[in-house]
């Protein structure tokens, strides 16, 4: 008897190399100077509000420290990451990628540890989008309210994923979007959570210019390291049979 098994994967999420990336970042020095905002360092900007800054480890275990937190594992991998961390108003984290913006596939991968402290309000707003250059977002993820993982649907909706986030773990998010059908696909730690494509949350958003990390009102933040944004890969069929 002959078997047929087709397993379809998308290689590029499994494994994305800075060689091949059109941008990617490990927030290490020399690069970034730690201790001081991401603002003008290697093309990114941040508010005030939202107060993106380049930290060692040390550096971040100090602030966690000051919000309440346990430190755990500050940074991914290295010895830097980015923190968004801050109280008050909400604001935004951008770096503007060039070279995309015709690309009918993006694919970004980032490495990404939600915060909550008992300081600040720990229901949860922070959210990583993929933006056109007039801030239309295509693609989003955020860790919101209960500690649920979401993802961005059409007309600006949050759709919850099922899963719950967790303050002291770090999560591999991957957003693969389709800029023809106007669609992405949503993967945590390597596994699709979404079954169908997901729309885009603004139609409006034609093509990729930037990413954004955008933390919410009294929001404690995230940590954010090892990131990554390229044209997405062929998906690969496997077919056999015996």
């Known amino acids: ?14 494994s994305v190399s800075s060689a091949f990336a059109q941008y990617a970042t490990d927030f290490e ?15 990114w900007t941040t508010s005030p509000t939202a107060n993106g800054r380049v930290l060692t480890a040390t550096q971040i275990a100090g602030e966690l420290t000051t919000l309440g937190v346990t430190p755990g594992v500050t940074v991914h991998s290295g010895s830097q990451a980015l923190l968004v961390s801050g109280t008050g108003s909400s604001g935004g984290t951008v770096r503007v990628v060039t ?10 991968n980032v490495w990404v540890r939600p915060l909550t402290s008992t300081m600040n309000n720990p229901t949860g707003n922070v959210f990583v989008v993929m933006e056109n250059s007039a801030g239309k977002r295509a693609a989003g993820f955020r860790f919101g309210p209960l500690q649920s993982i979401d993802y961005g649907l059409v007309s600006g909706n949050w759709v ?8 002291n773990t770090w999560y591999r998010m991957t957003m693969r979007v389709n800029y023809t059908s106007q669609t992405y696909d949503f993967s945590i730690d390597g596994v699709q959570v979404n079954t169908s494509p997901i729309p885009f949350y603004e139609a409006a958003s034609d093509s990729f210019s930037q990413i954004r990390v955008y933390r919410g009102s009294n929001q404690a933040g995230v940590i954010v390291d090892d990131l990554s944004v390229s044209v997405a890969g062929p998906r690969r069929e496997i077919f056999w049979s015996e």
């Open 160 to 167: 919850p994923t099922g899963k719950r986030w967790d303050p």
């Open 29 to 43: 020095a020399p690069t970034f100077t730690a201790g001081s905002t991401i603002n003008g360092q290697d093309s």
């Open 99 to 108: 070279g995309l913006g015709s690309e009918t596939e993006v694919l970004l």
């Open 1 to 14: 008897m002959k078997h047929l098994l087709t397993l379809t994967f998308i290689s590029s999420v499994l």
